[in-house]
Protein backbone atom coordinates (compact mmCIF):
# COMPACT_ATOMS: atom_id res chain seq x y z
CA UNK A 1 0.00 0.00 0.00
CA UNK A 2 1.47 3.17 -1.28
CA UNK A 3 0.28 5.79 1.27
CA UNK A 4 2.72 8.32 -0.06
CA UNK A 5 1.14 8.88 -3.53
CA UNK A 6 -2.01 9.90 -1.39
CA UNK A 7 -1.93 13.20 -0.46
CA UNK A 8 -5.53 13.25 0.52
CA UNK A 9 -4.69 10.43 3.52
CA UNK A 10 -2.15 12.52 5.35
CA UNK A 11 -2.02 12.31 8.86
CA UNK A 12 -5.18 13.90 10.33
CA UNK A 13 -4.75 16.49 12.97
CA UNK A 14 -6.93 15.98 16.09
CA UNK A 15 -10.38 17.73 15.08
CA UNK A 16 -12.41 18.43 18.01
CA UNK A 17 -15.76 16.96 16.93
CA UNK A 18 -17.25 20.14 17.29
CA UNK A 19 -15.64 20.77 14.27
CA UNK A 20 -17.68 19.17 12.33
CA UNK A 21 -21.06 18.02 13.56
CA UNK A 22 -22.57 20.92 16.21
CA UNK A 23 -23.83 19.22 19.24
CA UNK A 24 -27.62 19.99 17.78
CA UNK A 25 -27.30 17.75 14.93
CA UNK A 26 -26.20 15.04 17.58
CA UNK A 27 -28.83 15.47 19.96
CA UNK A 28 -31.17 15.63 16.94
CA UNK A 29 -29.89 12.79 14.79
CA UNK A 30 -29.29 10.50 18.07
CA UNK A 31 -32.17 11.27 20.40
CA UNK A 32 -35.16 9.36 18.73
CA UNK A 33 -33.17 7.54 15.91
CA UNK A 34 -31.10 5.11 17.86
CA UNK A 35 -31.77 2.60 20.47
CA UNK A 36 -28.70 0.67 21.74
CA UNK A 37 -25.75 0.44 19.53
CA UNK A 38 -22.94 -1.92 19.94
CA UNK A 39 -21.98 -1.29 23.79
CA UNK A 40 -20.02 1.40 25.02
CA UNK A 41 -18.94 4.12 22.76
CA UNK A 42 -14.75 3.19 22.64
CA UNK A 43 -13.17 6.35 22.11
CA UNK A 44 -11.88 6.73 18.46
CA UNK A 45 -8.08 6.42 17.50
CA UNK A 46 -7.35 9.30 14.40
CA UNK A 47 -6.39 7.18 11.38
CA UNK A 48 -4.12 8.14 8.60
CA UNK A 49 -7.13 6.61 6.15
CA UNK A 50 -8.92 9.46 6.67
CA UNK A 51 -9.73 11.64 3.92
CA UNK A 52 -9.77 15.90 4.92
CA UNK A 53 -12.78 16.25 3.02
CA UNK A 54 -15.80 17.77 4.57
CA UNK A 55 -18.03 15.37 6.52
CA UNK A 56 -21.73 14.86 5.64
CA UNK A 57 -23.43 16.39 8.24
CA UNK A 58 -25.24 13.62 10.76
CA UNK A 59 -28.67 14.34 9.87
CA UNK A 60 -28.11 13.42 6.56
CA UNK A 61 -26.01 10.39 6.83
CA UNK A 62 -28.47 8.77 9.01
CA UNK A 63 -31.71 10.07 7.31
CA UNK A 64 -30.89 9.27 4.03
CA UNK A 65 -30.54 5.32 3.46
CA UNK A 66 -30.64 2.66 1.33
CA UNK A 67 -31.50 -0.91 3.70
CA UNK A 68 -33.90 -2.35 2.35
CA UNK A 69 -35.22 -4.38 5.18
CA UNK A 70 -36.77 -1.68 6.35
CA UNK A 71 -38.34 -0.20 3.35
CA UNK A 72 -37.08 0.85 -0.27
CA UNK A 73 -37.53 4.96 0.43
CA UNK A 74 -34.55 6.29 1.86
CA UNK A 75 -36.52 7.68 4.87
CA UNK A 76 -37.42 4.71 5.87
CA UNK A 77 -34.87 2.66 7.53
CA UNK A 78 -34.87 5.74 9.59
CA UNK A 79 -37.97 5.67 11.01
CA UNK A 80 -38.66 1.91 11.10
CA UNK A 81 -34.66 0.64 12.32
CA UNK A 82 -35.87 1.89 15.63
CA UNK A 83 -37.25 -1.32 16.44
CA UNK A 84 -34.43 -3.70 15.91
CA UNK A 85 -32.59 -5.15 18.71
CA UNK A 86 -28.92 -4.87 18.58
CA UNK A 87 -28.18 -6.67 21.72
CA UNK A 88 -27.20 -9.09 22.44
CA UNK A 89 -25.54 -9.61 18.83
CA UNK A 90 -23.63 -12.48 18.22
CA UNK A 91 -21.54 -13.04 15.04
CA UNK A 92 -21.36 -16.85 13.36
CA UNK A 93 -18.08 -17.17 11.66
CA UNK A 94 -17.80 -20.60 10.05
CA UNK A 95 -16.18 -22.09 6.67
CA UNK A 96 -12.78 -22.38 6.49
CA UNK A 97 -11.37 -20.36 9.45
CA UNK A 98 -9.15 -22.61 12.44
CA UNK A 99 -11.40 -20.84 15.04
CA UNK A 100 -15.21 -21.32 13.83
CA UNK A 101 -17.96 -20.31 16.30
CA UNK A 102 -20.96 -18.12 17.40
CA UNK A 103 -18.87 -15.13 18.78
CA UNK A 104 -20.32 -12.50 20.94
CA UNK A 105 -19.75 -9.02 19.49
CA UNK A 106 -18.63 -7.82 22.72
CA UNK A 107 -16.34 -10.23 23.13
CA UNK A 108 -15.43 -9.63 19.14
CA UNK A 109 -14.78 -6.12 20.14
CA UNK A 110 -12.64 -6.69 23.20
CA UNK A 111 -8.40 -6.26 22.33
CA UNK A 112 -9.78 -3.80 19.28
CA UNK A 113 -8.72 -0.46 18.12
CA UNK A 114 -11.64 1.49 17.47
CA UNK A 115 -10.11 3.64 14.73
CA UNK A 116 -11.96 6.49 13.34
CA UNK A 117 -11.93 6.06 9.42
CA UNK A 118 -13.15 9.41 7.71
CA UNK A 119 -14.25 7.46 4.31
CA UNK A 120 -16.21 8.87 1.33
CA UNK A 121 -18.87 6.81 0.56
CA UNK A 122 -20.25 6.38 -3.16
CA UNK A 123 -23.64 5.15 -3.63
CA UNK A 124 -24.57 2.87 -7.33
CA UNK A 125 -27.14 5.68 -7.57
CA UNK A 126 -24.64 8.71 -8.73
CA UNK A 127 -24.53 10.31 -4.67
CA UNK A 128 -21.96 10.11 -2.12
CA UNK A 129 -21.19 11.32 0.94
CA UNK A 130 -18.08 11.54 3.49
CA UNK A 131 -18.89 9.63 6.62
CA UNK A 132 -16.83 9.55 10.09
CA UNK A 133 -17.10 5.82 10.60
CA UNK A 134 -15.59 4.45 13.86
CA UNK A 135 -14.50 0.21 13.33
CA UNK A 136 -11.65 -1.64 13.02
CA UNK A 137 -9.60 -3.02 10.20
CA UNK A 138 -11.88 -6.68 9.00
CA UNK A 139 -8.68 -7.81 8.96
CA UNK A 140 -7.78 -7.94 12.58
CA UNK A 141 -11.26 -10.04 12.97
CA UNK A 142 -9.75 -12.19 10.05
CA UNK A 143 -6.56 -12.95 11.38
CA UNK A 144 -8.16 -13.84 15.42
CA UNK A 145 -10.14 -16.66 13.94
CA UNK A 146 -7.11 -18.07 11.26
CA UNK A 147 -8.05 -18.52 8.02
CA UNK A 148 -7.19 -21.45 6.32
CA UNK A 149 -4.55 -21.54 3.58
CA UNK A 150 -7.34 -22.81 1.30
CA UNK A 151 -9.97 -19.85 1.85
CA UNK A 152 -9.91 -17.62 -1.13
CA UNK A 153 -13.41 -15.18 -0.21
CA UNK A 154 -15.33 -14.17 2.62
CA UNK A 155 -19.29 -14.27 2.54
CA UNK A 156 -21.59 -12.09 4.34
CA UNK A 157 -24.87 -12.16 5.99
CA UNK A 158 -27.59 -9.74 7.04
CA UNK A 159 -29.47 -10.32 10.15
CA UNK A 160 -33.26 -11.93 8.98
CA UNK A 161 -36.06 -10.47 10.94
CA UNK A 162 -39.21 -9.79 10.01
CA UNK A 163 -40.75 -9.25 12.91
CA UNK A 164 -38.43 -6.27 13.47
CA UNK A 165 -37.68 -5.43 9.89
CA UNK A 166 -40.48 -4.41 8.18
CA UNK A 167 -39.15 -4.91 4.68
CA UNK A 168 -38.51 -8.34 4.83
CA UNK A 169 -42.57 -8.90 5.98
CA UNK A 170 -45.20 -8.89 3.63
CA UNK A 171 -45.99 -10.78 0.38
CA UNK A 172 -44.06 -8.65 -1.92
CA UNK A 173 -40.64 -9.46 -1.85
CA UNK A 174 -38.04 -7.05 -2.91
CA UNK A 175 -35.34 -9.00 -2.69
CA UNK A 176 -34.22 -12.34 -1.47
CA UNK A 177 -33.26 -12.55 2.43
CA UNK A 178 -30.61 -12.83 3.68
CA UNK A 179 -28.92 -10.03 2.35
CA UNK A 180 -25.43 -11.10 0.86
CA UNK A 181 -22.23 -9.82 -0.38
CA UNK A 182 -18.91 -11.36 -0.30
CA UNK A 183 -15.07 -10.45 -0.83
CA UNK A 184 -12.26 -11.86 -2.20
CA UNK A 185 -9.69 -12.49 1.04
CA UNK A 186 -7.11 -10.13 -0.03
CA UNK A 187 -10.06 -6.98 -0.31
CA UNK A 188 -11.15 -8.28 2.90
CA UNK A 189 -7.55 -8.59 4.42
CA UNK A 190 -6.76 -5.13 2.50
CA UNK A 191 -6.23 -2.45 5.61
CA UNK A 192 -8.66 -0.07 4.05
CA UNK A 193 -11.38 -2.58 4.81
CA UNK A 194 -13.50 -1.73 8.23
CA UNK A 195 -16.15 -2.93 10.23
CA UNK A 196 -17.60 -0.21 11.38
CA UNK A 197 -19.16 -0.11 15.29
CA UNK A 198 -19.39 3.42 14.68
CA UNK A 199 -20.27 6.86 13.60
CA UNK A 200 -19.52 10.62 14.48
CA UNK A 201 -18.19 8.96 17.53
CA UNK A 202 -21.11 7.53 18.83
CA UNK A 203 -22.88 4.04 18.77
CA UNK A 204 -23.75 3.00 14.54
CA UNK A 205 -27.76 4.01 14.87
CA UNK A 206 -29.75 1.27 13.41
CA UNK A 207 -30.38 2.49 10.19
CA UNK A 208 -26.86 2.48 9.49
CA UNK A 209 -26.64 -1.05 9.76
CA UNK A 210 -25.74 -1.68 13.35
CA UNK A 211 -24.39 -2.74 15.55
CA UNK A 212 -21.64 -3.92 12.77
CA UNK A 213 -21.41 -3.07 8.99
CA UNK A 214 -19.07 -3.67 6.37
CA UNK A 215 -17.05 -0.38 5.08
CA UNK A 216 -15.13 -1.28 1.91
CA UNK A 217 -14.33 2.57 0.69
CA UNK A 218 -13.63 1.93 -2.76
CA UNK A 219 -16.46 0.06 -3.95
CA UNK A 220 -20.36 1.17 -4.15
CA UNK A 221 -22.15 1.15 -1.23
CA UNK A 222 -24.08 -1.81 -1.35
CA UNK A 223 -21.04 -3.89 -0.91
CA UNK A 224 -21.18 -2.60 3.03
CA UNK A 225 -23.38 -5.16 4.22
CA UNK A 226 -25.31 -4.58 7.40
CA UNK A 227 -26.32 -5.88 10.41
CA UNK A 228 -23.84 -8.64 10.20
CA UNK A 229 -24.95 -11.85 11.35
CA UNK A 230 -22.60 -14.72 9.75
CA UNK A 231 -18.88 -14.26 8.20
CA UNK A 232 -17.96 -17.66 6.31
CA UNK A 233 -14.46 -18.30 4.47
CA UNK A 234 -15.01 -20.29 1.74
CA UNK A 235 -13.20 -20.96 -1.59
CA UNK A 236 -15.95 -20.35 -3.98
CA UNK A 237 -17.04 -16.57 -5.31
CA UNK A 238 -20.11 -16.14 -2.87
CA UNK A 239 -23.51 -15.14 -4.26
CA UNK A 240 -24.10 -11.52 -3.68
CA UNK A 241 -27.54 -9.99 -3.24
CA UNK A 242 -27.76 -7.67 -6.22
CA UNK A 243 -25.96 -9.68 -8.88
CA UNK A 244 -28.42 -12.29 -7.59
CA UNK A 245 -31.31 -9.73 -8.44
CA UNK A 246 -29.94 -8.50 -11.65
CA UNK A 247 -26.53 -10.10 -13.01
CA UNK A 248 -26.08 -7.73 -15.83
CA UNK A 249 -26.45 -4.38 -13.74
CA UNK A 250 -24.54 -5.40 -10.22
CA UNK A 251 -21.39 -7.53 -10.23
CA UNK A 252 -19.37 -9.04 -8.07
CA UNK A 253 -16.27 -6.52 -7.38
CA UNK A 254 -19.04 -3.51 -8.20
CA UNK A 255 -15.59 -1.29 -7.49
CA UNK A 256 -16.55 2.50 -8.00
CA UNK A 257 -15.68 2.88 -11.92
CA UNK A 258 -16.35 6.33 -14.07
CA UNK A 259 -15.75 4.31 -16.85
CA UNK A 260 -17.89 1.81 -16.75
CA UNK A 261 -21.60 2.51 -16.50
CA UNK A 262 -24.09 1.27 -14.58
CA UNK A 263 -26.62 -0.09 -17.54
CA UNK A 264 -29.29 2.17 -16.85
CA UNK A 265 -27.35 5.53 -15.50
CA UNK A 266 -23.87 6.86 -16.08
CA UNK A 267 -21.32 6.35 -13.23
CA UNK A 268 -18.98 9.46 -14.66
CA UNK A 269 -19.80 11.93 -12.54
CA UNK A 270 -21.77 12.04 -9.01
CA UNK A 271 -23.88 14.58 -6.44
CA UNK A 272 -22.30 15.08 -3.33
CA UNK A 273 -25.11 15.63 -0.36
CA UNK A 274 -25.07 18.73 1.43
CA UNK A 275 -22.28 20.24 -1.20
CA UNK A 276 -22.32 24.11 -1.25
CA UNK A 277 -24.97 25.30 -3.42
CA UNK A 278 -28.12 23.57 -2.48
CA UNK A 279 -29.84 23.07 -5.38
CA UNK A 280 -27.49 24.46 -7.66
CA UNK A 281 -24.08 22.40 -6.74
CA UNK A 282 -22.62 21.19 -9.25
CA UNK A 283 -22.38 17.02 -9.48
CA UNK A 284 -18.38 15.81 -9.48
CA UNK A 285 -16.85 13.55 -11.46
CA UNK A 286 -16.51 10.44 -9.99
CA UNK A 287 -12.89 8.77 -8.94
CA UNK A 288 -11.78 5.31 -10.52
CA UNK A 289 -11.99 3.32 -6.98
CA UNK A 290 -13.81 6.07 -5.57
CA UNK A 291 -10.40 7.71 -5.27
CA UNK A 292 -8.20 4.76 -3.70
CA UNK A 293 -6.89 3.72 -6.57
CA UNK A 294 -3.32 4.34 -5.13
CA UNK A 295 -4.20 2.31 -2.30
CA UNK A 296 -6.15 -0.82 -4.09
CA UNK A 297 -5.90 -0.62 -8.09
CA UNK A 298 -2.39 -3.33 -7.28
CA UNK A 299 -5.52 -5.78 -5.93
CA UNK A 300 -6.77 -5.90 -10.12
CA UNK A 301 -4.02 -5.58 -11.80
CA UNK A 302 -4.58 -8.02 -15.07
CA UNK A 303 -7.93 -7.86 -15.14
CA UNK A 304 -10.40 -6.52 -17.54
CA UNK A 305 -12.63 -4.06 -15.06
CA UNK A 306 -15.14 -4.03 -17.79
CA UNK A 307 -15.56 -7.48 -17.81
CA UNK A 308 -15.52 -7.85 -13.88
CA UNK A 309 -17.71 -4.90 -12.70
CA UNK B 1 -71.84 4.17 -27.05
CA UNK B 2 -74.62 4.57 -23.84
CA UNK B 3 -73.35 6.77 -21.48
CA UNK B 4 -74.67 5.98 -17.67
CA UNK B 5 -76.98 8.41 -16.27
CA UNK B 6 -75.23 11.54 -15.73
CA UNK B 7 -75.64 11.35 -11.86
CA UNK B 8 -73.20 14.19 -10.62
CA UNK B 9 -71.74 17.42 -13.13
CA UNK B 10 -70.02 20.06 -10.35
CA UNK B 11 -71.15 23.65 -11.31
CA UNK B 12 -67.57 24.66 -9.95
CA UNK B 13 -65.66 26.73 -12.22
CA UNK B 14 -62.40 26.08 -13.72
CA UNK B 15 -59.95 27.95 -12.28
CA UNK B 16 -60.16 26.67 -8.73
CA UNK B 17 -59.22 23.13 -10.80
CA UNK B 18 -56.45 24.91 -12.29
CA UNK B 19 -55.34 27.01 -8.95
CA UNK B 20 -55.89 23.72 -7.13
CA UNK B 21 -53.52 21.61 -9.45
CA UNK B 22 -50.50 24.46 -8.81
CA UNK B 23 -50.70 23.61 -4.66
CA UNK B 24 -48.09 20.89 -4.77
CA UNK B 25 -46.10 23.18 -7.07
CA UNK B 26 -46.30 26.25 -4.69
CA UNK B 27 -45.52 23.09 -1.61
CA UNK B 28 -42.52 22.57 -2.74
CA UNK B 29 -41.46 25.94 -3.76
CA UNK B 30 -42.49 27.17 -0.33
CA UNK B 31 -40.02 23.91 0.66
CA UNK B 32 -37.15 24.83 -1.02
CA UNK B 33 -37.00 28.59 0.52
CA UNK B 34 -38.60 27.59 4.20
CA UNK B 35 -38.77 23.58 4.39
CA UNK B 36 -36.56 20.94 3.72
CA UNK B 37 -36.06 18.68 0.86
CA UNK B 38 -34.46 16.12 2.63
CA UNK B 39 -30.90 15.18 1.91
CA UNK B 40 -30.38 15.45 -1.87
CA UNK B 41 -33.10 18.08 -2.33
CA UNK B 42 -32.76 17.95 -6.48
CA UNK B 43 -33.76 14.38 -6.23
CA UNK B 44 -37.11 14.83 -4.24
CA UNK B 45 -37.89 17.95 -6.68
CA UNK B 46 -37.39 15.57 -9.54
CA UNK B 47 -39.23 12.76 -8.14
CA UNK B 48 -41.86 14.84 -6.60
CA UNK B 49 -42.50 16.97 -10.16
CA UNK B 50 -42.32 13.40 -12.24
CA UNK B 51 -45.18 11.70 -9.77
CA UNK B 52 -47.33 14.87 -9.51
CA UNK B 53 -47.31 14.80 -13.56
CA UNK B 54 -48.04 11.41 -13.37
CA UNK B 55 -50.78 11.57 -11.32
CA UNK B 56 -52.22 14.08 -13.28
CA UNK B 57 -51.95 12.25 -16.27
CA UNK B 58 -54.10 9.74 -14.87
CA UNK B 59 -56.49 12.00 -13.31
CA UNK B 60 -56.91 13.29 -16.72
CA UNK B 61 -57.03 9.58 -18.10
CA UNK B 62 -59.91 8.41 -15.72
CA UNK B 63 -62.25 11.53 -16.74
CA UNK B 64 -64.01 10.10 -19.84
CA UNK B 65 -64.38 6.69 -17.83
CA UNK B 66 -65.55 8.17 -14.74
CA UNK B 67 -68.93 9.68 -17.07
CA UNK B 68 -69.30 6.54 -19.22
CA UNK B 69 -69.51 3.97 -15.90
CA UNK B 70 -70.59 6.20 -13.25
CA UNK B 71 -72.55 9.19 -14.47
CA UNK B 72 -69.76 11.62 -13.17
CA UNK B 73 -69.05 14.15 -15.43
CA UNK B 74 -66.09 16.25 -15.04
CA UNK B 75 -65.61 16.74 -18.69
CA UNK B 76 -65.25 20.38 -18.24
CA UNK B 77 -62.11 20.26 -16.09
CA UNK B 78 -60.06 17.92 -18.52
CA UNK B 79 -58.39 20.81 -20.17
CA UNK B 80 -57.32 21.87 -16.81
CA UNK B 81 -56.33 18.61 -15.54
CA UNK B 82 -54.29 17.86 -18.74
CA UNK B 83 -52.43 21.40 -18.72
CA UNK B 84 -51.32 20.52 -15.31
CA UNK B 85 -50.33 17.91 -15.81
CA UNK B 86 -48.17 18.93 -18.65
CA UNK B 87 -46.97 21.51 -16.39
CA UNK B 88 -45.32 19.19 -13.96
CA UNK B 89 -43.97 17.49 -16.80
CA UNK B 90 -41.67 20.44 -17.68
CA UNK B 91 -41.21 20.91 -14.75
CA UNK B 92 -40.16 17.59 -14.15
CA UNK B 93 -37.84 17.78 -16.97
CA UNK B 94 -36.24 21.76 -16.15
CA UNK B 95 -35.41 20.03 -12.92
CA UNK B 96 -33.50 17.14 -14.84
CA UNK B 97 -31.75 19.75 -17.38
CA UNK B 98 -31.03 22.38 -14.74
CA UNK B 99 -30.47 21.20 -11.19
CA UNK B 100 -29.75 17.00 -11.85
CA UNK B 101 -27.32 17.30 -14.80
CA UNK B 102 -26.24 21.35 -14.89
CA UNK B 103 -26.87 21.80 -18.21
CA UNK B 104 -24.15 19.53 -19.25
CA UNK B 105 -25.54 18.99 -22.54
CA UNK B 106 -22.88 16.07 -23.85
CA UNK B 107 -24.32 13.99 -20.22
CA UNK B 108 -28.03 14.60 -20.98
CA UNK B 109 -27.56 13.69 -24.41
CA UNK B 110 -25.94 10.55 -23.72
CA UNK B 111 -28.79 9.87 -20.84
CA UNK B 112 -31.48 10.29 -24.00
CA UNK B 113 -29.67 7.64 -26.16
CA UNK B 114 -28.28 5.43 -23.88
CA UNK B 115 -30.86 5.16 -21.14
CA UNK B 116 -33.94 3.43 -21.89
CA UNK B 117 -35.97 4.68 -19.12
CA UNK B 118 -34.78 8.51 -20.27
CA UNK B 119 -35.34 7.68 -23.82
CA UNK B 120 -38.86 6.47 -22.79
CA UNK B 121 -39.26 9.79 -20.71
CA UNK B 122 -38.46 11.89 -23.70
CA UNK B 123 -40.71 10.21 -25.66
CA UNK B 124 -43.30 10.82 -23.59
CA UNK B 125 -42.76 14.18 -22.86
CA UNK B 126 -42.11 14.95 -27.17
CA UNK B 127 -45.76 13.15 -27.26
CA UNK B 128 -46.84 15.60 -24.75
CA UNK B 129 -46.05 18.58 -26.59
CA UNK B 130 -48.70 19.08 -29.46
CA UNK B 131 -51.34 18.31 -26.79
CA UNK B 132 -50.23 21.34 -24.96
CA UNK B 133 -50.24 23.54 -28.52
CA UNK B 134 -53.39 23.02 -29.24
CA UNK B 135 -55.23 22.93 -25.75
CA UNK B 136 -56.75 26.31 -26.77
CA UNK B 137 -59.54 27.17 -28.12
CA UNK B 138 -58.81 28.84 -31.53
CA UNK B 139 -56.12 25.66 -31.80
CA UNK B 140 -59.19 23.22 -31.91
CA UNK B 141 -60.82 25.90 -34.55
CA UNK B 142 -58.13 25.92 -36.79
CA UNK B 143 -57.33 21.87 -36.90
CA UNK B 144 -60.83 21.07 -36.62
CA UNK B 145 -62.69 19.23 -33.83
CA UNK B 146 -62.19 15.53 -35.39
CA UNK B 147 -58.42 15.97 -35.99
CA UNK B 148 -58.35 17.67 -32.57
CA UNK B 149 -59.99 14.41 -31.41
CA UNK B 150 -57.16 12.09 -32.88
CA UNK B 151 -54.62 14.48 -32.24
CA UNK B 152 -54.87 13.73 -28.58
CA UNK B 153 -55.73 9.83 -28.51
CA UNK B 154 -51.22 10.35 -28.66
CA UNK B 155 -51.98 10.83 -24.83
CA UNK B 156 -52.33 7.26 -24.56
CA UNK B 157 -48.89 6.56 -25.30
CA UNK B 158 -47.53 9.62 -23.35
CA UNK B 159 -49.44 8.42 -20.23
CA UNK B 160 -47.77 4.88 -20.56
CA UNK B 161 -44.32 5.75 -21.69
CA UNK B 162 -44.74 7.76 -18.54
CA UNK B 163 -45.31 5.00 -16.22
CA UNK B 164 -43.11 2.32 -18.10
CA UNK B 165 -40.32 5.35 -17.46
CA UNK B 166 -40.59 5.20 -13.72
CA UNK B 167 -40.69 1.15 -13.77
CA UNK B 168 -37.66 1.14 -15.76
CA UNK B 169 -35.94 3.90 -13.40
CA UNK B 170 -36.14 1.93 -9.92
CA UNK B 171 -34.06 -0.77 -8.70
CA UNK B 172 -35.60 -4.40 -8.00
CA UNK B 173 -39.32 -4.31 -8.59
CA UNK B 174 -41.00 -1.61 -5.68
CA UNK B 175 -44.66 -1.64 -5.53
CA UNK B 176 -45.27 1.64 -6.31
CA UNK B 177 -44.48 2.13 -9.67
CA UNK B 178 -46.02 -1.09 -10.65
CA UNK B 179 -49.73 0.32 -9.11
CA UNK B 180 -48.86 3.43 -11.01
CA UNK B 181 -48.44 1.44 -14.30
CA UNK B 182 -51.31 -1.11 -13.14
CA UNK B 183 -53.70 2.00 -12.98
CA UNK B 184 -52.53 3.24 -16.30
CA UNK B 185 -52.97 -0.41 -18.16
CA UNK B 186 -56.15 -0.24 -16.36
CA UNK B 187 -57.52 2.89 -17.75
CA UNK B 188 -55.95 2.30 -21.35
CA UNK B 189 -57.57 -1.34 -20.99
CA UNK B 190 -61.00 -0.25 -20.47
CA UNK B 191 -61.11 2.01 -23.80
CA UNK B 192 -59.93 -0.73 -25.59
CA UNK B 193 -62.97 -3.22 -24.04
CA UNK B 194 -65.42 -0.47 -24.76
CA UNK B 195 -64.37 0.12 -28.15
CA UNK B 196 -64.86 -4.00 -28.54
C1 LIG C 1 -44.49 11.80 -19.58
C2 LIG C 1 -43.47 12.36 -19.02
C3 LIG C 1 -42.85 11.91 -17.73
C4 LIG C 1 -43.43 11.38 -16.60
C5 LIG C 1 -44.91 11.12 -16.34
C6 LIG C 1 -42.38 11.12 -15.67
C7 LIG C 1 -42.59 10.57 -14.42
C8 LIG C 1 -41.58 10.23 -13.54
C9 LIG C 1 -41.78 9.59 -12.27
C10 LIG C 1 -43.12 9.17 -11.70
C11 LIG C 1 -40.56 9.44 -11.69
C12 LIG C 1 -40.24 8.76 -10.37
C13 LIG C 1 -40.62 9.54 -9.19
C14 LIG C 1 -40.31 8.81 -7.91
O1 LIG C 1 -39.37 8.00 -7.87
O2 LIG C 1 -41.00 9.07 -6.93
C15 LIG C 1 -39.59 9.99 -12.59
C16 LIG C 1 -38.23 10.04 -12.33
C17 LIG C 1 -37.30 10.56 -13.21
N1 LIG C 1 -37.55 11.07 -14.46
FE1 LIG C 1 -39.36 11.26 -15.34
N2 LIG C 1 -41.18 11.46 -16.22
C18 LIG C 1 -41.42 11.95 -17.47
C19 LIG C 1 -40.50 12.44 -18.36
C20 LIG C 1 -39.14 12.54 -18.10
C21 LIG C 1 -38.18 13.17 -18.96
C22 LIG C 1 -38.50 13.83 -20.29
C23 LIG C 1 -36.96 13.08 -18.34
C24 LIG C 1 -35.61 13.55 -18.79
C25 LIG C 1 -35.21 13.67 -20.01
C26 LIG C 1 -37.16 12.39 -17.10
C27 LIG C 1 -36.17 12.10 -16.20
C28 LIG C 1 -36.35 11.50 -14.98
C29 LIG C 1 -35.30 11.26 -14.03
C30 LIG C 1 -33.83 11.59 -14.21
C31 LIG C 1 -35.89 10.68 -12.92
C32 LIG C 1 -35.21 10.26 -11.63
C33 LIG C 1 -34.41 9.04 -11.75
C34 LIG C 1 -33.64 8.79 -10.49
O3 LIG C 1 -34.23 8.34 -9.50
O4 LIG C 1 -32.46 9.06 -10.46
N3 LIG C 1 -38.50 12.09 -16.97
N4 LIG C 1 -40.22 10.46 -13.70
Request: hydrophobic content about 45%.
Amino acid sequence: MLLRHAPDLSEREVTPRDLYVNRRQILAGFGGLMIAGAGNVQAAVKSPFSTQETPTSLKDITSYNNFYEFGTDKSDPARNAGRLTVKPWKVKIDGMVGKPGDYDLDDILKGMTIEERIYRMRCVEGWSMVIPWNGFPLASLLTRVEPLSGAKYVAFETLVRPSEMPGQAGLFKILDWPYVEGLRLDEAMHPLTLLATGLYGENLPNQNGAPLRLVVPWKYGFKGIKSIVRISLTDKEPRTSWNIQAPQEYGFYSNVNPAVDHPRWSQATERRIGDTGGLFAKRRPTLPFNGYADQVAGLYTGMDLRKFY
Amino acid sequence: MAIANLRFQPRLATWPVYLAGLLPALWYVYQIFHGDLGADPVKTLEHAMGEWALRFLILGLAITPLRREFGISLLKYRRAVGLTAFLYVVLHLLVYLLLDQGLDWAAIWADIIKRPYITIGMAGFLLLLPLAGTSFNAAIRWIGGRNWNRLHKLVYPAVLAGAVHYVLLVKSWPLEPLVYLGIVLMLLGWRVWRRA
